[in-house]
């Protein structure tokens, strides 16, 4: 094993051991709030776009966003990835692991790299859509502490690296929809009673018509599973950065009490058969031999909302965290440490969460 | 409260509270075989049928029956109970339980009654199709020795009572079907392998080409349910009783053999998804707010499935029984003391359930 792969190697593992910020689960409204991310795309100044950069201007800024972590201290005990040095799975479960985007895997060049705080909160792509982007992930919703640690972070990049900067415009980004502030905020909501309710088609066209989107678990390009969406603005120009996330905490405000009230009227009406689901879908993750990502999924989501409600008290969003992250496909096959079909993952995840949830 | 109503509620909650010899569920075979029912159709001589019966005839059948707890001691521990006395939630346990029959149930005349042993082994149905039917009900498979206690029951009544009885036809019963030895036997199989294997619809018509009779768990009239199959001779005439029982013996055991072989073969090729479904089922009955007689059956189809497979140990086939009895509707609301709606036995009966399967 080479220096290079045994140090990847390394890296890998502690990620795959260790459990992110965000995933500690300990976040203010946490019951309906998974978790709160802020990222911001910046390019350097004098490069073309990555799309439009040749390998050379790609290297150059490889190499300049990981000298960030030799000459500046405050970057000092972060680590760099090389996505070229990772085979398929561990890409997968980087993504899994909401470490790097979908995107960056999809690209093909070998200038691609993730450079990370080790705890997880502060991570930066490199080669992406944009030179680099930088991300910060927070348990439950705190828009303003995000915003504070990687306004920090970015302050310190720029005494290194100069931006792409345009007095008028703001900062410049190969997509036009980013241009000015670079900032993208998104909150991972739990909204099974809005959507029980059926409440939520109605909420969610409402939201997307004042300029917000909604994803899936994964982001962009991935389906809503479990009751969870994620939400995040859409428009940064012509706003500034405090601006924008004022007001995509009201209305991410709004959406917690829209989802306060279904879940006090479900508890007045319904209380039992709510509980029943929520019951037995612990029994069935609790004592399954076979479990699809699906199925387990939407289990997890029910277990998580008999936490939210306080129906069970066993066990805690941070287990929960860790189950929706490990049952993923990539993830799985890192913890066993070999390449598994679905009949056999299928076998794996059931094992896993009934080592990990409380019996 | 009356002294009759008084010692009928005394006797009801006796067998509310106690366990039927049969459902100990320790007898041979027991893996496949629930358990073994013989009953004998006998009629007094000089006494028309209980359906060409005059109101005084019935009364004098009635009083004559009761008269073997007074005058024989072989009946002096036995317990004689009227369906005039008993309201219709009473009559339901009494046939959820096994003791007596839906015909005897259905019938309105006053002057029905079941008389019974206290360990349920053995009962006598008063003035049901015919005068007397004696019933006698084992764990497992075991038609021989069912037979010899049905027998000395039946000798032991007939030197109080005289039978109607031809020299040439045998036994004269109220239906053609049962003149002769009067004898049905029964018995109830679990056979979820062949059902899962698709080979049970050609296995059942071979069987009943063969002049016996496959019904649900609670006899004639009754919907197959949690793969338990009640199997009993037809022909009851131009053989002796051993001769039937000799052949219906042999019967049982090819398919008791057939659902071995079943059971093997889903071992080998399907072992992780039947456990699969074993341990979901457990999971969801240990785990459900809220369940219905026929969810609960199939479940707990399954668990028993688990028990007979060696799958699950913690669990024994006694509780299977008693499960399987308790959740019925009319035993529940007898256990609760109480008329429940749907929504609330379903409730009721998640409750008991938990309460009875070991965590």
């Known amino acids: 094993m080479s220096i290079v792969s045994d140090k990847k190697t390394t890296l890998i593992r502690r990620l795959r051991d260790s459990t992110a910020q965000w995933a500690k689960g300990d976040g203010p409204l946490n019951h309906i709030v998974v978790c709160t991310r802020i990222r ?26 990981e000298g960030l972590i030799k000459n500046n201290k405050h970057f000092s005990s972060f680590q760099s990835i090389k996505l070229s040095d990772l085979n398929s799975r561990d890409i997968q479960f980087l993504i899994e692991k909401r470490l790097i985007s979908i995107a960056l895997a999809r690209l093909t060049h070998p200038y691609r790299a993730f450079i990370y705080r080790p705890d997880e909160l502060v991570s930066v ?10 991300q910060c992930l927070l348990s439950g919703l705190q828009l303003k502490k995000a915003w504070k640690i990687i306004r920090g972070y970015d302050r310190k990049i720029v005494r290194e690296i100069e931006y792409a900067f345009d007095e008028k415009e703001g900062f410049l980004t190969s997509c036009p929809t980013n241009v000015g502030t670079g900032l993208r905020a998104s909150v991972m909501l739990h909204l099974p009673a809005l959507l029980i309710s059926n409440k939520l088609g109605e909420i969610m066209s409402g939201i997307v018509k004042k300029g ?6 994964y982001g962009e390009g991935t389906n809503i599973q479990g009751n969870f969406f994620q939400v995040s603005n859409q428009i940064t120009l012509g706003l500034t950065e405090e601006e924008i996330l004022d007001k995509f905490e009201i209305e991410t405000k709004k959406l917690i009490i829209e989802e306060e009230k279904s879940r006090e009227e479900l508890i007045l009406y319904h209380k039992t058969k709510i509980e029943d689901q929520i019951k037995r ?4 993750l609790s004592n399954a031999k ?11 989501s029910k ?16 287990t929960i965290n860790r189950l929706m992250l490990i049952i993923q496909p990539g993830y799985l096959q890192l913890l066993k440490n070999q390449k598994m079909n679905k009949d056999k993952r299928d076998l794996f995840r059931a094992e896993l969460i009934q080592e990990l949830l409380p019996s």
């Open 303 to 318: 277990v998580r909302f008999g936490i939210e409600l306080g129906m069970l008290t066993k066990i805690g969003y941070d």
């Open 125 to 134: 792509l490199v080669n992406e859509e944009d030179h680099i982007r930088i």
């Open 290 to 300: 076979i479990i699809s990502t699906k199925e387990a999924t939407e289990l997890l």
């Open 281 to 284: 879908a612990y029994g069935i």
């Open 40 to 65: 911001l795309a910046r390019n350097l100044s004098g490069i073309p776009f990555p799309f439009k950069a040749n390998d050379e201007q790609l290297r150059q800024v490889l190499i300049r966003s």
């Open 212 to 217: 917000y989107a909604v994803r899936g678990f």
